[in-house]
């Protein structure tokens, strides 16, 4: 689980770095169009982590129907 919040620090730094350099007009545009060709594999990396990354909860759909609404049953 360390690692995934390893992974979802450094992406959101990377991200918050990107979108404070594409302000600013004195940065050269190589170095905006790098970050921003490098930032869809980040994105598919960190998307992949957070899904396989995860434990079982042990539970299922058909016994957690919409947990959070109680006046909503599952039609048995």
Known sequence: MKS???????TTIY???YVTLVSIPQVPFHIVLGLF?????????LVF??????????LTFQERF???????RRAQ
């Open 15 to 17: 991200f918050c770095l």
């Open 49 to 58: 982590r957070v899904l396989t990354g995860g434990s079982d909860s042990g």
């Open 66 to 72: 919409y947990e959070d609404r109680n006046d909503i």
């Open 4 to 10: 995934i919040k390893n992974v979802v620090i450094f």
């Open 37 to 45: 060709s490098i930032s869809p594999f980040l994105i598919i990396y």
